[in-house]
């Protein structure tokens, strides 16, 4: 598989000559993302990490942040007496082009022959309405993004321990709302995401061989089935 060498995504290319596509499994606490991501690195050269509190959604803040001085205030910094000096030198796309590829070397470390990389993160909630735009910058930043949009029962999800200081009714709600919210991107974009549901593929593990074919990889089910048999540590 060929990539156009966006610039944006150009300096990640470079760095992992063998990279066929990066992955984002998107959902909340509990919902079997842990196993999820083990089982889409059953993908030879496939790197998918674990949570990291959101860190990238700070990165893209920052560029956004970036965004908002130069167009607001580059007329306000021509000169060494005015008090946005310099402002008109700030140049967004590439500060977070640079943010991108230090998260990805310093954060995710996947190995120089991915084919592969990217991570599970479960406070997407909390972005808020900004959801959609910061999922939009992930697919503008990171070459073939592909999203993984993984859901669970909502009454399964508030039973676990890791919810025991929310209100059954709030985590209720939370679920509702985030499996919406991931319907409705997915819809929009179907070329870049796949919905996959814990009580669906633990009960038919078939069911993620679409998934694999999307991403032109084969689903292996000996592999498949040992992960499936081994014990998680959480």
Not at 128 to 156: C, S
Request: aromatic share 12%; proline share 6%; net charge positive.
């Amino acid at each position: 598989m060929r990539m156009r060498l966006w610039p944006r995504k150009a300096g990640l290319l470079r760095a992992y000559p063998d990279l066929r596509g990066t992955l984002f499994i998107v959902t909340y606490g509990r919902s079997g993302s842990t196993l999820l991501q083990n089982l889409l690195m059953t993908i030879p050269g496939c790197t998918i990490r674990g949570e990291n509190l959101n860190l990238l959604e700070g990165l893209w803040r920052a560029e956004r942040r970036a965004v908002e001085v130069r167009q607001g205030f580059a007329h306000l910094g021509r000169h060494p007496t005015q008090p946005w000096f310099g402002v008109e030198h700030i140049r967004p796309e590439a500060f977070g082009a640079a943010l991108v590829e230090a998260f990805v070397a310093q954060v995710l470390a996947p190995p120089p022959d991915a084919r592969w990389f990217g991570f599970k993160e479960i406070r997407y909630s909390q972005v808020g309405d900004d959801l959609e735009a910061y999922l939009d910058f992930i697919r503008a930043r990171f070459p073939n993004a592909h999203f993984i949009f993984n859901t669970r029962r909502g009454e399964a999800v508030a039973a676990s321990r890791w919810w025991r200081k929310r209100k059954t009714a709030d985590v209720l709600a939370m679920v509702a709302a985030m499996d919406a919210r991931f319907a409705r991107y997915a819809a929009a974009h179907p070329d870049c995401c796949f919905e996959t549901r814990y009580e669906a593929f633990t009960a038919e593990p078939e069911v993620l061989r679409p998934l694999f074919e999307r991403l032109g990889e084969r689903f292996d089910p000996a592999a498949i089935r040992a992960v499936l048999e081994r014990r998680l540590t959480h």
